[in-house]
Nanobody, 126 residues
């Protein structure tokens, strides 16, 4: 499975961006897909996840109400709509997929995910 993330860029605080992550390769049928981010000098952190079949979603507290994760099964693509971006959201954003189940905070751990995209940079100016 190959994951290709795109959609990052330079925006001002309060602006929006939509990230996309397209999967290719063998038959793609993940259990869950997630978005993580990593700012310079910081550890990679969970942002959002979506269960592929029942569309349950999970978010870190700081993005609830601003970010929305969704997926298009026909396109093997997961999206992250980010509204009202703030400087603290600036980071390299990575998408990831997992073949096995998780629930709640279990989906927050990077170790749970099997495949990773290359990252897309989001820069937010104040």
């Amino acid at each position: 499975v190959q994951l290709q993330a795109s959609g990052g860029g330079l925006v001002q605080a309060g602006d929006s961006l939509r990230l996309s992550c397209a999967a290719s390769g063998r038959t793609f049928d993940p259990y869950v897909m997630g978005w993580f981010r990593q700012a310079p000098g910081k550890e990679r952190e969970f942002v959002a996840a979506i269960e592929w079949s029942d569309v349950s979603t999970y978010y870190r507290d700081s993005v609830k109400g601003r970010f929305t994760i969704s997926r298009d099964v026909a396109k093997n693509t997961v999206y992250l709509q980010m509204n009202n971006l703030q400087p603290e959201d600036a980071a390299v954003y990575y998408c990831a997929s997992a073949d096995f189940g998780c629930s709640g905070t279990g989906c927050y751990a990077p170790e749970h995910y099997d495949y990773w995209g290359q990252g897309t940079l989001v820069t937010v100016s104040s």
